[in-house]
């Protein structure tokens, strides 16, 4: 047995905050290989070109959420607005098909006083418009609430 | 001057220019490529690999070479681990030993220790392995890695106090064995 082995012991356990900076000191002089070489480790480029890989990914993260958002966002607004012309459009082609008809029951010859003239595609008369009883009509053995 | 003399001139002008941007910025490639792969040979493979093509490109002229080369090594890892194949890989650290008298037992400690620790470092996260390889292998300071990271030098001794401890538990959990006096 050497001299040595009586001073090193190695043993299993939790490792104090130096000895892991030392350890991964050690490690990484022999992970790097000799023969890349060390000029860009201390030249300020690193600083003005930063690697995108070494960008912190929660900064990305966010960044596309909040790109995301706003597109959709906008393609909603588009679909509403697209929407609206669209409805605008229908009715005003409408509108201009149907012509004044669709909007009152009235004589296609307009104001003639003739009463005789038939104001509906059913040949309803004007005079017969008059004769409508818009009032509820009385059904005999009820009671009406205000005859109480 | 003729075309072919111009263009026979700009190839060293072009072929020096790549080789100053390798000596600025190879270690760093690897760097980054070594926290995506956890392979010291094969992030080395990666910086060459890049470079490579570099000089062997034809096309149009190449804007931002730092994009291009990262863009040309991460695929060309990505596509090394599609097909699995380990290729020839050397031991590492052993090259540190080639043609000196090294005591045999000290060699097995060292790539143990190298393989125990490059498992563990592969078990952390991604933001405390890129830490502590900006740290350990580019040796930049707290505020040159917050400046690169966006956020404070305290920020990232935190983190990197953070990672130190964690990496120290995942080694604990395999089973590591470290010296004591």
């Not at chain 1, 003639?112 to 008369?125: C, E, Y």
Request: hydrophobic share 40%; glycine share 6%.
């Amino acid at each position: 047995m050497s001299s040595s082995d009586n001073h090193h012991v190695r043993v299993q356990g939790p490792l104090s905050d130096r000895q892991m900076d030392q350890l991964l000191r050690d490690f990484f002089q022999l992970e790097v290989p000799g023969v890349l070489p060390t000029a860009g480790a201390s030249s300020p480029v690193l600083h003005r070109a930063v690697p995108a890989v070494f960008r912190p990914a929660t900064s990305m993260r966010s960044a596309r959420l909040a790109a995301g958002l706003a597109l959709a966002a906008l393609v909603l607004c588009a679909l509403v607005l697209n929407h609206d012309a669209e409805r605008t459009a229908t009715m005003a082609a409408r509108a201009k098909l149907s012509g004044p008809t669709d909007a009152m029951l009235v004589s296609p010859q307009g104001a003639t006083g003739d009463r005789q003239v038939p104001v509906g595609a059913d040949g309803l008369l004007l005079q017969e418009t008059d004769q409508i009883q818009l009032a509820p009509q009385r059904q005999p053995g009820l009671v009406q609430p205000d005859e109480r | 001057m003729t075309s072919s003399e111009s263009a026979a001139a700009g190839v060293p002008a072009r072929n020096e220019e790549i080789a100053c941007f390798y000596r600025e910025n190879a270690r760093e490639l690897w760097a980054i490529f070594y926290s995506m792969c956890s392979d010291p040979e094969r992030a080395h493979d990666a910086v060459q690999e890049a470079f490579v093509r570099l000089y062997d490109h034809q096309g149009e002229p190449v804007r931002d070479l730092r994009a291009w080369l990262l863009r040309v090594g991460q695929n060309w890892l990505r596509d090394v681990a599609r097909r699995k194949s380990s290729g020839c890989s050397l031991l590492p650290g052993l090259d540190e030993f080639t043609g000196g008298a090294v005591d045999p037992r000290q060699t097995a400690q060292l790539h143990e220790r190298q393989q125990q620790v490059r498992a563990a470092l592969a078990e952390l996260n991604e933001d405390d392995r890129r830490v502590l390889v900006m740290k350990y292998s580019m040796d930049w300071s707290a505020a040159q890695m917050g400046a690169v990271m966006g956020c404070t030098a305290a920020a990232i001794d935190m983190r990197l106090s953070r990672a130190r401890r964690r990496l120290a538990e995942i080694l604990v959990e395999r089973g590591y064995q470290h010296e004591q006096f």
